[in-house]
Structures are given as C-alpha cells and as structure tokens.
C-alpha cells in the first residue's frame, strides 16, 4: 500500500481509504482477468503442442517404413537387372544404358501443369 498523497485532498480519511480500496480491488479484477487470459492462452498452447506430438509420431512411423521401402525397391531392380541381363545377347548388353528405376512424378501444388494448344499437359518445374 502506498501512503502517498491522496487524489482527492478535501476528501475524510475513512472516504480516502475507501477510495484507495475501490483503486486496489479494480488493480485486483484486472490482474484476475490478464491472469485468465494467460492460462487460456497456456492450455490453447498445450492443445497445439499434443497435436504437434501426434504428428511426429506419424512422421516417425512413415520414416520407420522408409528402409523397407528402398530394400524393396532395390529388389525389385536387382531382379529387372537381371531379367535384362538374361535377355540381352552379350554384345548389345555392353552398348545399352541401363534403365533408370526411380522416376520423379509431380503431385499436389509441388509442380503446376499447365494445358498447351493440342490438349496436352506440361510440366513446369
């Protein structure tokens, strides 16, 4: 409490104090309402941060997958190497290049396709 000059000098003590009161009580309401709004801003915080957690749990489980998808993937092109070696006569294997296994196809808003005169889409990268 402060004992300071009084706001209202013609004023009595006793109306001074509850005057002095009246100003603490409204201090008290606004520090009650500012505190409020921080704990609803805090637990709106906590929300987001388990949604955040779930999410990294589902990143976790897709990168989990990753090695299984290129030991696959690099099963799948050992035996088309093979197929294509079994096939080939010996002189032509030596000149072809091998087939590229992995192909890059846009999807979503990462690339745009645009429609040119004959119908046709285009990639623009």
């Known amino acids: 409490m402060s004992t300071g000059r009084p706001s209202q000098p013609n004023l009595p003590p006793s109306l001074q104090i509850l005057y002095q009161k009246q100003q603490e009580y409204a201090g008290l309401q606004a520090l009650r309402e500012a505190s409020s709004e921080l704990v609803g801003r805090v637990e ?22 990753w090695p299984h998808v290129f030991s696959i993937l690099n ?50 990268q």
């Open 44 to 65: 709106k915080l906590a929300e987001m941060s388990n949604i955040m957690a779930d999410g990294g749990e589902a990143v976790g489980g897709v990168l989990r997958n």
């Open 75 to 124: 099963l799948f092109a050992q035996q088309q190497a093979d197929t294509s070696q079994a096939n080939i006569p010996e002189e032509e294997q030596e000149e072809q290049e091998p087939l590229p296994v992995l192909v890059r196809l846009p999807y979503g808003g990462e690339t745009s396709t645009t429609a040119n005169k004959d119908g046709d889409s285009k990639v623009k």
